[in-house]
């Protein structure tokens, strides 16, 4: 019980006593007649914040956990990490054995030299090829034209023109076949394209064999042994980030509509050995999970320390009703009296009777709507022996 408490009920005690030996503590009415004042104990009304927290159970979960597989399939040469150890992202993490790829590589690279070195010798003698050859076509066709006019005047025998124009003929295939050689340029220069894919793609796959960690964190399962096969599917290493870690919970329907984004919870974690975190609500599911009729949500705090691990368990604060700047009293200052409730305020010697309406009210204070302002003295103690008008004298707190 806290100090507060202790002292309160201890005032409570002593106002009931001096309510009983009150007599010293009277005055005289215009008749005469004793009147006892009703010792009383006041604080002064306030402006606070009064919130309805409710309390749920949820877990501690990775803030993200990512299941590393390899791209490739092999078997495994080396594992760089351990379980509970801090990575980097980038940092190696299981180590395939590279032998058959090596192989491939270089068989794939000497491929790419050689369509490589055909281009380069295609590249140097098809021009010269046809260069060639448009000077035969050029030198035959103007012994052809000079023939034909031979043979027109009657210079050369018809067996002559004849041999020219199939000499003709022949250079003119030749200068076509020159022409069409250089498809074969062409051809070569796909093929060596062809090649230095293959040898990207093999490099790719010996890139592929170191695996790496795809964030920072911490390493929280490894799932193989050197010596062990490994293929695409099959996660080896388990890497989660751990600071800010979630505290993932669930909520009633009533109570979904009460939270938003952005809103801060308190959430205690009795194994981590701190009294409380401070976090923030990140998620709150649109749609019910159907086996449970609840609503998920997660909140994320901070864990620097580390002191938070995967599946603890927390209990979350949340204030889903509050009201701030409001006016408040001790939430046992206010009296029930039938189906209406009020507190009393003390003006000068007399207990003033103030209705109020409860707007919202924790296990500590009351939100209340009334005639009465900050700084009124109200009843906390002697409360329930009062009526209005009552004679009360102030034995503890405000102005006695």
């Known amino acids: 019980m806290s100090q507060v408490k202790r002292r309160r009920i201890l005032i409570t005690m002593m106002v009931v006593v ?66 509970g150890q801090k990575v980097q992202a980038g940092a190696l993490l299981v180590q395939l054995e590279t032998v058959d790829i090596d192989a491939q590589l270089r068989q794939t690279e000497a491929a790419l030299e050689v369509a ?47 041999g020219m124009k199939t000499e003709l003929e022949v250079a003119a295939i030749n200068l076509d076949n020159a022409k069409a050689a250089q498809g074969q340029l062409d ?22 064999a170191s695996i790496t960690s795809p964030l920072s964190g911490t390493v929280t399962a490894v799932s193989v042994e050197p010596g062990h ?3 695409p599917g099959m996660p080896v290493v388990t890497v989660a980030r751990l600071d800010p870690v979630v505290a993932e919970f669930q909520l009633s329907e009533g109570q979904i509509n009460k939270l938003k984004i952005g809103d801060q919870a308190s959430i205690r974690v009795g194994a981590a050995g701190k009294d409380s975190y401070i976090g923030e609500v990140t998620e709150a599911s649109p749609a019910a999970d159907p086996r449970t009729k609840a609503y998920q949500v997660k909140v994320e705090l901070p864990n620097e320390e580390g002191q938070l691990k995967a599946g603890m368990t927390a209990q979350v604060d949340l204030a889903l009703e509050e009201l701030t700047d409001a006016l408040v009293v001790p939430v046992g200052a206010v009296v029930t009296k039938g189906n ?40 906390v103690a002697g409360q329930h022996l009062l009526q209005d008008g009552s004679p009360v004298k102030v034995v503890a707190g405000g102005d006695r």
């Open 229 to 231: 096969m490994a293929g």
């Open 340 to 379: 209406r409730q009020c507190i009393y305020l003390v003006d000068g010697e007399k207990a003033i009777e103030c209705p109020v309406e409860v707007l919202l009210q924790d296990t500590e204070k009351a939100a209340l709507q009334g005639d009465f302002k900050v700084g009124d003295r109200v009843v």
């Open 18 to 83: 001096m309510s009983l030996l009150a007599v010293g503590c009277g005055s005289k009415t215009d008749e005469g007649e004793l009147v006892k004042s009703i010792p009383v104990e006041v604080v002064e009304a306030m402006r606070d914040s009064v919130a309805i927290v409710d309390t749920v159970t949820g877990k501690i979960i990775p803030k993200r956990e990512v299941p590393v597989v390899p791209k490739i399939g092999g078997k495994v040469e080396r594992v760089a990490v351990t379980v």
């Open 116 to 162: 490589r070195t055909n281009y380069d010798n295609l590249e140097v003698q098809l021009p010269n090829s046809l260069k060639l050859a448009q000077a035969s076509f050029d030198a035959v066709q103007s012994n052809y034209d000079r023939m034909t006019y031979l043979f027109e005047q009657g210079g050369i025998s018809e067996q002559q023109y004849e």
């Open 187 to 208: 051809m070569a220069a796909a093929q060596v394209k062809q090649a230095e894919a293959a040898v990207d793609l093999v490099r790719t796959q010996l890139n592929n």
